[in-house]
C-alpha cells in the first residue's frame, strides 16, 4: 500500500437532567434526544468520494421507557484520505460537541485514539517505484501500489517523513471476516521481494 487512511474510534458523550416522564417530564432534559440531533448533523457530513467518512454506529444511552435520559454515549467511526480531511471532521465533530439543541444538555469529545493517515508523499511513490522495479527484476511482477481505508502505524512514521510502504507481508483476503486467509507459499516471495529491495539501495 502507498497509502491509507486516518480515522478511529471517537466519541461524544452527552449530559442531560434525569426525570421521570409520566410525572414530571418538564423538570427532565433529554442526552438520548441531543445524541439524535448530533448524529443527524454528523451524518449528513459524509462524503465518500472524497475520502470523508463518519460512521456513528453505536449508541447507548437511558435505563428505561419512563425515564428521561440522562447519559448517551455515540460511539463514532472516522475515517480520512488526507490530513486536511481529517481537519474538517475534527473541526465538525468539535462543533457538534459545543452546539447543543436541547436546553439543558452539555456534551465532551473523545478523540484520543485516532491514528494519523499514511498519505502518498513523493517519498512514498520513490520507495514504491523502487520496490516495484525490484519485484519486476525477480521476475515477480510489479506490486499494485493503492490507498485503502484501514489504519496502519505507517501513518507514522510518513508523518516523521520517512518514506514507508504497507502491507508487504503474506498475501490474503477477507480481513477481519470469518473467511480471512493468508497463501503460506507467498511468504518467500514477500521475504525475497523485500530483502532484494534492501539489498539493491
Given at each position: 500500500?502507498?497509502?491509507?487512511?486516518?480515522?478511529?474510534?471517537?466519541?461524544?458523550t452527552v449530559h442531560g437532567v434525569a426525570a421521570h416522564s409520566g410525572s414530571a417530564p418538564e423538570k427532565g432534559?433529554?442526552?438520548v434526544l441531543e445524541a439524535a440531533h448530533k448524529i443527524v448533523k454528523l451524518e449528513a457530513a459524509n462524503d465518500i468520494p472524497r475520502g470523508k467518512l463518519i460512521n456513528c454506529g453505536a449508541v447507548e444511552g437511558g435505563?428505561?421507557?419512563?425515564?428521561?435520559?440522562?447519559?448517551?454515549?455515540?460511539r463514532i467511526g472516522i475515517r480520512y484520505r488526507n490530513q486536511a480531511i481529517g481537519d474538517e471532521i475534527f473541526a465538525l465533530l468539535r462543533q457538534v460537541t459545543e452546539e447543543c439543541t436541547v436546553e439543558g444538555t452539555s456534551a465532551e469529545l473523545?478523540?484520543?485514539?485516532?491514528?494519523?493517515?499514511?498519505?502518498?508523499?513523493?517519498?512514498?511513490l520513490?520507495?514504491?517505484?523502487?520496490?516495484?522495479?525490484?519485484g519486476e527484476a525477480l521476475g515477480l511482477g510489479k506490486p499494485r501500489g493503492i490507498q485503502v481505508g484501514g489504519l496502519s502505524d505507517a501513518g507514522i512514521t510518513v508523518?516523521?517523513?520517512?518514506?514507508?510502504?504497507?502491507?508487504?507481508?503474506?498475501?490474503?483476503?477477507?480481513?477481519?471476516?470469518d473467511q480471512e486467509y493468508a497463501q503460506v507459499e507467498s511468504l518467500y516471495e514477500r521475504c525475497l521481494l523485500a530483502a532484494a529491495a534492501v539489498r539493491r539501495l
Open positions: 500500500m502507498i497509502g491509507r487512511y486516518g480515522g478511529g474510534p471517537v466519541s461524544i432534559r433529554s442526552a435505563i428505561g421507557e419512563n425515564t428521561i435520559p440522562d447519559y448517551c454515549k455515540i473523545d478523540t484520543s485514539r485516532v491514528m494519523a493517515c499514511m498519505e502518498t508523499t513523493d517519498g512514498v520513490k520507495l514504491y517505484d523502487h520496490v516495484a522495479k525490484t508523518g516523521l517523513g520517512i518514506p514507508t510502504l504497507c502491507g508487504m507481508g503474506v498475501r490474503g483476503a477477507g480481513s477481519h471476516t
